[in-house]
């Protein structure tokens, strides 16, 4: 079983920042074993891919609309995943989520993983 919870979200000025972290509880087993990713979903619309790190953490991908701007990390010994935005635009408002599959892969499509947090909300004004 594993459980996701996201923080960090709030709200912030355009051309601010904000890093968001994702907390994983895993009975039987290892954080380090699964792959990570972040979505979001603005009102209205469908869910995006966002980032994604490998289990190792040696394999990152970007949505084209972040690259530059945001940076995924991992911190195995805390359980955790983190998503630093940078330069924040009032597109990138939306609920963020994070995800996770057991995985030595990470995957740009949502429905490769298994394990999902509530969500945590980022606003970006103008």
């Known amino acids: 079983q594993v459980q996701l919870v996201e923080s960090g979200g709030g709200l912030v000025q355009a051309g601010g920042s904000l890093r968001l972290s994702c907390a994983a509880s895993i009975s039987g087993g290892t954080f380090g074993r699964y792959a990570m990713a972040w979505f979001r979903q603005a009102a209205g619309k469908e869910r995006e891919f966002v980032a994604a790190?490998?289990?190792?953490?040696?394999?990152?991908y970007y949505a084209d609309s972040v690259k530059g701007r945001f940076t995924i990390s991992r911190d195995n010994a805390k359980n955790t995943v983190y998503l630093q935005m940078n330069s924040l635009k009032p597109e990138d408002t939306a609920l963020y989520y994070c995800a996770a599959v057991y995985s030595s892969s990470a995957y740009t499509l949502d429905y490769k993983y298994d394990y999902w947090g509530q969500g945590t909300q980022v606003t970006v004004s103008s």
């Open positions: 790190i490998s289990r190792s953490g040696w394999n990152i």
